[in-house]
């Protein structure tokens, strides 16, 4: 590989900005052999000026696989995580701004240039984009999950109070000014990005959600490990994280809107029990699922768009589940935290 002098005299001129590109990985064989070759193109033609893997103590061939396909490799000393595995690389990276890209997203090719576009104004100190809406997993939840993400990501507002790790860069200076990721709060894969963007935004910077920035998602979700992840790995710490740090924002998936729509989805399954048990008329129940549907109508006539009638019905269905997790999620952490009175800082990881 071409030395890092070397990389620096030559970054693209349209950039603007020196670009590390920083990859953890963990047994991620499957994923690197279809994500990092577009990411070493770009370091070939100069747009970029390193790609950084940080093997998380694979067992499996990944390592070498990387080495291989041209990046550059360096172990993160033990099973840290994610967070863990960027604050080591963040250490050695030698350009200005750190683009963050998980294992299992393959960036578009026009990404870096995109990027460096957000980094125009000098009080912006991070961005971060979407997952594009043609997911290579052809099963309903794989299908369903991507393109809520991408749906949220493509609606919300520029200015954005949070973080996205999956692709999303920071400048170094601001990232190493906060700590970089907090492992010792978060010490599994978690929302350990989304309260980076909190701490960044506290010290005063901007953060952009640029939705031209795509990747595709490789993974494939199935009920049980998507459940896990929504429920354990972001509901749950993020509402400890809100009632416990930063309040509620009108950002993404939490704003005054969502609110409503969630307690909309816990007033339908109120009434539909209650006619199941006869307690209530099924026309209250019929009448309560159309305000459903039409306060979810965007979202059902994306899905329609994208994926026909059929995945439209079961998508606006599934979100209703998704609305009443979250929700449950929110209402046990508010009874821990505010009757049970667990510490602030057990409570958050």
């Known amino acids: 590989m071409a030395d890092k002098s070397q990389h620096a005299g030559m970054q693209h001129e349209t950039s ?12 991620a064989v499957a994923y690197i052999s279809r994500s990092l070759p577009p990411l070493i193109e770009m370091l070939r033609n100069h747009e970029i000026l390193e790609v950084i893997v940080v093997d998380d103590s694979s067992n499996d061939e990944t390592p ?46 026009d990404a870096a240039h995109t990027l460096a576009t957000g980094f125009t104004e000098p009080d912006v100190v991070a961005v971060f984009g979407a997952y594009d809406d043609q997911p290579p997993a052809h099963n309903f939840l794989s299908q369903y999950k ?12 520029r200015e954005a ?4 790790s999956g692709c999303g860069a920071v400048r170094k200076e601001a990232f ?18 989304i309260e980076l963007g909190y701490r960044m935004r506290d010290a005063g910077g901007r953060i952009l959600l640029l939705p031209d920035l795509r990747g595709t998602h490789l993974k494939e ?21 809100i009632l416990t740090r930063t309040g509620l924002h009108n950002d993404l998936n939490v704003t005054p809107h969502e609110r409503v729509r969630a307690g909309l989805a816990g007033l339908l399954m109120i009434v539909l029990i209650s006619a199941l048990l006869g307690i209530a008329s099924w026309w209250i129940a ?16 994306f899905f329609y768009r994208r994926k026909g009638l059929g995945f439209a019905l079961r998508g606006a269905l599934f979100h209703q589940l998704y609305y009443l997790y979250s929700s449950a999620a ?20």
Request: hydrophobic content about 50%.
């Open 146 to 157: 991507n393109l809520v993400h991408h749906y949220y990501h493509n609606r919300s507002r």
């Open 176 to 193: 190493l000014q906060v700590g970089g990721f907090d492992i010792e709060l978060f010490t599994r894969p978690s929302i350990e990005d």
């Open 16 to 27: 603007g900005v020196k670009i590390s590109v920083i990859m953890p990985v963990y047994n």
């Open 286 to 301: 019929v009448t309560t699922g159309t305000v459903v549907m039409i306060a979810n109508r965007h979202l059902i006539a």
């Open 64 to 109: 070498q696989l990387a080495v291989q396909l041209g990046a550059q490799v360096i172990p993160s000393g033990g099973r840290l995580g994610p967070g863990g595995a960027r604050n080591c690389a963040a250490g050695v990276a030698v350009g200005d701004i750190l683009w963050f890209v998980d294992a299992d997203v393959i960036v578009a090719r």
């Open 221 to 241: 979700w199935r009920l049980l490990n998507l459940l896990h992840t929504e429920i354990f790995c972001r509901a749950i710490p993020w509402s400890r994280l």
């Open 330 to 349: 929110f209402v046990w952490c508010w009874i821990e935290i505010k009757v049970l009175r667990l510490h602030p800082r057990r409570v958050v990881a």
């Open 161 to 164: 109070a949070t973080f996205w």
